[in-house]
């Protein structure tokens, strides 16, 4: 059986980055570093290169979130990038999207833990949770699918005029030139692929914008989106 590796120091931009919160993003590297290897949420190998690669690789999508909204985090995984988002913006509230019970149950854990108020645990699948959910403005994601079945699953859950911001590796630019045609079928109006994290991580993270217009999801999710709001209003008739 194979030594856990030991997780490295924090780097000094760390302190930088999550400011008064760099207590809590410690415990939660250290959460993800012992239980979340133990549970099977981020591989061994990860561990040495957690903070560049996930916590600060995640924090700096801050840097585009604007201010005060709402975010769901789809497909949070281990939290990664809601919870790392969370401790950088204090001022955002932000749901953690998430199927898996086991998954659900260690950010349950590492929320209550770290004392985060402004987030809010949601154990379902993106394509089930129109209707379910309250319309957000911002939908973050990692890692989670190729961008045309990422914007099927998160563009629906936005409110009009909302967007979507999906960590992407150096394929972005390609994934979001074979995605087109679907995004614009989502109602999506305008596409971009930004890079953030200047003088925090080398290489900058690369984070792939769509924009929707009046219609999130397009004609497809209109009139699913309307008899959702039917049905809630039939209840609260009740």
């Given at each position: 059986?194979?030594?856990?590796?030991?997780?490295?120091?924090?780097?000094?931009?760390?302190?930088?980055?999550?400011?008064?919160?760099?207590?809590?993003?410690?415990?939660?590297?250290?959460?993800?570093?012992?239980?979340?290897?133990?549970?099977?949420?981020?591989?061994?190998?990860?561990?040495?290169?957690?903070?560049?690669?996930?916590?600060?690789?995640?924090?700096?999508?801050?840097?585009?979130?604007?201010?005060?909204?709402?975010?769901?985090?789809?497909?949070?995984?281990?939290?990664?990038?809601?919870?790392?988002?969370?401790?950088?913006?204090?001022?955002?509230?932000?749901?953690?999207?998430?199927?898996?019970?086991?998954?659900?149950?260690?950010?349950?854990?590492?929320?209550?833990?770290?004392?985060?108020?402004?987030?809010?645990?949601?154990?379902?699948?993106?394509?089930?949770?129109?209707?379910?959910?309250?319309?957000?403005?911002?939908?973050?994601?990692?890692?989670?699918?190729?961008?045309?079945?990422?914007?099927?699953?998160?563009?629906?859950?936005?409110?009009?005029?909302?967007?979507?911001?999906?960590?992407?590796?150096?394929?972005?630019?390609?994934?979001?030139?074979?995605?087109?045609?679907?995004?614009?079928?989502?109602?999506?109006?305008?596409?971009?692929?930004?890079?953030?994290?200047?003088?925090?991580?080398?290489?900058?993270?690369?984070?792939?914008?769509?924009?929707?217009?009046?219609?999130?999801?397009?004609?497809r999710f209109a009139a699913k989106r309307a008899k959702a709001a039917r049905t809630s209003k039939t209840r609260r008739r009740r």
């Amino acid at each position: 059986m194979t030594e856990a590796a030991e997780l490295p120091e924090a780097p000094e931009q760390a302190r930088t980055v999550f400011g008064e919160y760099f207590p809590e993003a410690v415990r939660y590297a250290e959460l993800l570093a012992d239980a979340g290897v133990k549970r099977g949420l981020i591989g061994p190998r990860e561990v040495p290169r957690l903070w560049e690669r996930h916590m600060l690789n995640c924090a700096v999508l801050s840097e585009v979130v604007p201010e005060g909204v709402t975010v769901c985090d789809v497909g949070s995984g281990a939290g990664l990038p809601g919870i790392p988002l969370a401790l950088v913006r204090p001022d955002l509230k932000i749901t953690l999207l998430e199927p898996l019970l086991r998954r659900t149950n260690f950010l349950q854990e590492v929320v209550e833990l770290l004392g985060l108020d402004h987030v809010t645990v949601v154990r379902g699948r993106a394509e089930e949770m129109l209707g379910k959910i309250t319309p957000v403005h911002v939908v973050t994601a990692r890692a989670v699918a190729p961008l045309d079945r990422l914007a099927g699953w998160g563009v629906p859950l936005l409110r009009p005029y909302g967007e979507m911001l999906a960590l992407k590796g150096d394929t972005a630019e390609e994934e979001l030139n074979g995605a087109r045609a679907a995004l614009s079928k989502l109602g999506v109006v305008e596409t971009s692929v930004l890079h953030v994290g200047e003088g925090i991580v080398d290489p900058l993270s690369t984070v792939v914008r769509v924009e929707v217009g009046e219609s999130p999801g397009g004609v497809r999710f209109a009139a699913k989106r309307a008899k959702a709001a039917r049905t809630s209003k039939t209840r609260r008739r009740r």
